[in-house]
């Protein structure tokens, strides 16, 4: 039997049986199809990161339970071995993981961390999030790093090289007026949304060790309950859930005042941030429609629920989105629809 992971898929029977069913598919449906497969095991990956001493030290932070499905999060390290070479780095999981399932990690070098869970999770487990993330994150710190990526047990970053371009982009994009941020922080357009009011995504970040400390560190564990109701944007954001949580708290610490509007969140993501393309770093979530690699990309109409996109960060960055009309009346509209514009 042939599967659909690695070299046989290139040019096996598998290839051609999926392409066939694609081509019908297309007829049926009629849309243009794609695919693209990734091998499950990093054996399978002929992909590697040239070294490079000359970067400042970096901590890779895995912040989550183990994803054992497969073997998940222990093949994960194992490509991160080879693309990025000579990094530390951190597993931060909890007690309650059998050492059995630890024990491979430390076997390939990794610093475990066996945290204790909270008592309260928090919405949507948030408070999981936190202590992991940044307990992981200071032991890097401990261990040296100058630089953090702090990512989940549950995604994988395929990309190569991808030390030197994000360092890169932040010499590119420096701090208009650095402060207490050293540098920007580089974050994923998935999980960034354009209508969600300063909702930069949590998932997976890189930046300075003291900047990515107090990102994680400004915020306190959040044990409220909140009602479950009807609310619209603005309303959701200013309840200040997960990633608005996060970032709110972030953005007092480093003195920005918030004024809840569109051009307010944009304007930090371009002040404070820089947004890349989740294809930029080749990353792989199998969760939540998983079979789609653009899981918010539709071409039936336009939406400012869409992510943000590297291009559409560089407006922001440039002031050029700021001299068009703000879609402000989305955040208190039921619909999240921008009409075509009249001609």
Same mark, same amino acid.
């Given at each position: 039997?042939?599967?659909? +992971? /690695? ?6 029977? %598998? ?14 449906? &009629? ?5 693209? %497969? ?13 070294? =490079?001493? *000359? ?14 499905? #497969? ?23 909890? !007690? ?10 430390? &076997? ?11 008592? #309260?999770?928090? &919405?949507?487990?948030?408070?999981? &999030?936190?202590?992991?993330?940044? %307990? ?13 990526? !702090? ?9 190569? #090289?991808l030390q030197p371009l994000l360092m890169n982009l932040l010499e590119t994009f420096p701090l208009r007026t650095p402060s207490v941020q050293k540098r920007r922080l580089i974050v994923p ?28 560190? %400004?915020?306190?564990?959040? #044990?409220?309950?909140?009602? +479950?109701?009807?609310?619209?944007? =603005?309303?959701?954001?200013?309840? =200040? ?10 953005? !007092?610490?480093? /003195? ?25 770093? *080749?990353?792989?979530? @199998? !969760? ?16 400012? *629920? ?20 703000? @879609? ?11 009409? @075509?514009?009249?001609?």
């Amino acid at each position: 039997m042939i599967g659909l +992971n /690695g070299s046989t898929f290139a040019s096996g029977l %598998a290839r051609k049986s999926l392409e066939g069913l694609l081509s019908v598919w297309e007829r049926i449906f &009629q849309a243009n199809l794609t695919y693209h %497969a990734r091998p499950r095991n990093a054996g399978d990956m002929g992909i590697w990161s040239a070294p =490079r001493p *000359d970067l400042p030290p970096l901590g890779l932070v895995l912040q989550g339970p183990v994803l054992r499905s #497969n073997n998940f999060t222990l093949e994960s390290v194992k490509l991160y071995k080879r693309t990025f070479p000579g990094t530390t780095i951190v597993l931060s999981t909890w !007690k309650s993981e059998p050492p059995s399932v630890l024990e491979p990690f430390k &076997q390939l070098g990794v610093e475990v961390l066996a945290n204790d869970p909270p008592a #309260n999770p928090g &919405q949507q487990n948030f408070n999981y &999030q936190l202590i992991s993330s940044s %307990a992981g994150i200071a032991r890097a710190a401990e261990m040296g790093a100058q630089y953090v990526m !702090k990512t989940r047990t549950d995604q994988r970053v395929c990309g190569v #090289n991808l030390q030197p371009l994000l360092m890169n982009l932040l010499e590119t994009f420096p701090l208009r007026t650095p402060s207490v941020q050293k540098r920007r922080l580089i974050v994923p357009g998935i999980g960034t949304l354009k209508s969600r009011l300063y909702g930069v995504s949590d998932m997976l970040q890189f930046g300075h060790i003291d900047d990515m400390r107090l990102y994680w560190g %400004a915020a306190q564990t959040d #044990n409220r309950v909140l009602p +479950n109701e009807k609310l619209t944007r =603005r309303q959701f954001a200013m309840r =200040r859930v997960c990633e608005v949580y996060l970032a709110t708290e972030f953005l !007092k610490a480093i /003195g920005h005042k918030l004024d809840w509007t569109l051009r307010d969140s944009w304007q930090s993501f371009g002040d404070y941030f820089c947004i890349v393309d989740s294809s930029a770093l *080749d990353l792989y979530w @199998p !969760k939540y429609d998983r079979f789609r690699e653009y899981r918010r990309l539709i071409y039936s109409q336009r939406s400012v *629920d869409e992510p943000v996109t590297f291009l559409e960060w560089m407006t922001y960055y440039t002031g050029e989105v700021f001299r068009h009309e703000i @879609p402000e009346w989305i955040l208190d509209a039921e619909s999240s629809v921008l009409e @075509p514009p009249k001609r």
